[in-house]
């Protein structure tokens, strides 16, 4: 079973907290990390850290948020044999402060004196692909020597130092995976390396078969290859392995819609078998779906209360949901404010929207903004529309230019007709 919400990072607007992580240390204490940037990413970033000394208590005592470094951090910390810890960091290479230029790719920080104070040692230079280098995990091998896995644009890159982590061999392809996504590498009990990644068999970068592999041999060769969950749309894989030898990961699945966390408990056993061989063992074991409800069946979409006018459809509003029905797919959703997930939209083509409202109930309207104007807020405000203030401007898709899109609210009646030109997204709650 699991419990609601223990703590919750929610920083002022524009500035946005995200990727978290839970690492618990050789003292017991446990630290949640996370990033933070001025909205999506602001050159320089920073990964941020707090702990707590009781993380047993129904209500743990936190301490006050430090900075650790610049970047984006989303793989825990490793305990070297010397005790450093060393947290694995990572600056955009895209649209990275040029004042920073020395951290800019795949890097690692420090502390010598157990969190109290971290500081950047070393990174990765030379990497073949393109754009960010980022999500980098670090284990130490049986010499000593350090071995980083990066994930960058053809999949997974491979880096060693010879020197705790002060310089970095230039990255070559580990030839593992041509998915781009993160993976999860850790250092088992056993001295074994763990690898989760994706693995599937047509080899065509999807994020599906979601495997696991051992190596015996410092990451020279991989073995086992237990599939955790063959479905699309899984990824974004971390572990930890308690002192019993069970292997527990967790992952998303479909991130957008079905918003699914699930967890696998897992052996070294499975793992080499290539099958659950234990019987304690668990694959898909659902943690949260964000209580959604089934998703919605045609037969649900013909009495929701608005029906379109200009050939449209009515759907669902969810992210990585299309957008407009004659433009191309990468236009989605990705940055749906929650208060609108689950509501109804018309479905139309880019230029043109308009609808019936059957029943009474909020419509809203996303529409575009361009250099803090919008040009369509003199006709919202003649049809009675208002500026909901209590949306941020957001970025409705990918490709879009900054935060752009603003919401306006007004409650109809049913019976009222309403029509928009370019840009506009009809959404509705009955």
């Known amino acids: 079973t699991w419990k609601g919400p223990a703590v919750v990072i929610d920083p002022v607007y524009p500035v946005r907290a995200f990727d978290p992580m839970l690492w618990s240390d050789p003292d017991g204490r446990l630290w949640l990390f996370w990033s933070q940037s001025y909205y999506y990413f602001d050159g320089r970033a920073g990964v941020w850290a707090i702990y707590t000394e009781n993380p047993d208590s129904e209500n743990p005592k936190w301490s006050k948020p430090v900075r650790i470094g610049n970047g984006i951090a989303m793989n825990k910390p490793i305990v070297l044999s010397d005790g450093t810890w060393m947290l694995p960091t990572a600056v955009w290479r895209h649209g990275a402060d040029l004042s920073m230029y ?15 104070t971290w500081s950047f040692r070393g990174g990765v230079k030379g990497i073949q692909g393109s754009s960010s280098a980022d999500e980098n995990m670090v284990v130490e091998l049986g010499d000593g020597s350090l071995m980083m896995y ?16 002060f310089t970095w061999s230039d990255a070559v392809n580990a030839n593992i995976t ?41 990451g020279k060769t991989w073995k086992g290859n237990l599939i955790i969950d063959e479905r699309n749309g899984v990824s974004y894989p971390d572990g930890f392995q ?36 234990n019987p304690e063992s668990r694959l898909k074991v659902l943690v949260n779906n964000n209580g959604k409800q089934p998703p919605k069946t045609p037969e649900d979409l013909k009495n929701t209360g608005i029906t379109p006018t ?14 407009f029905s ?78 752009n899109t603003v919401v306006y609210h007004k409650r109809c009646k049913a019976g009222e007709e309403i029509s928009f030109g370019n840009w506009v997204v009809i959404a509705y709650k009955p």
């Open 150 to 165: 990066i994930r960058t644009t053809i999949g997974i890159e491979k880096s060693y130092s010879y020197d705790k982590g």
């Open 102 to 116: 020395e951290e800019a790719g795949s890097n690692v920080y420090v502390s010598t004196d157990k969190g109290k």
């Open 310 to 323: 200009d050939g449209g459809q009515v759907a669902v509003l969810e992210n990585n949901k299309t957008i």
């Open 178 to 218: 041509k998915t781009v996504s993160r993976f999860f590498l850790s250092k088992l009990d056993s001295g074994k390396l763990l690898l989760v990644y994706h693995n599937p068999p047509a080899k065509d970068g999807s994020r599906s078969y979601l495997t696991a592999s051992i190596s015996e041999d410092d």
């Open 326 to 403: 004659n433009r191309s797919e990468s236009r989605v959703f990705v940055n749906l404010p929650r208060k609108f997930h689950g509501m109804y939209y018309v479905y139309s083509e880019l230029e043109y929207s308009s609808a019936r409202i059957d029943k009474d109930g909020d419509v809203y309207i996303f529409t575009k903004r361009n250099n803090g104007v919008v040009a369509l807020h003199g006709h919202l405000t003649s049809l009675g529309f208002v500026q909901d203030k209590s949306v941020e401007p957001f970025r409705m898709f990918d490709q879009a230019t900054g935060e």
């Open 242 to 277: 308690t002192k019993d030898g069970k292997i527990y990961v967790i992952y998303d699945r479909n991130r957008g819609s079905d918003m699914e966390i699930l967890m696998a408990v897992i052996t070294e056993e499975d793992i080499l078998a290539g099958r659950i061989v």
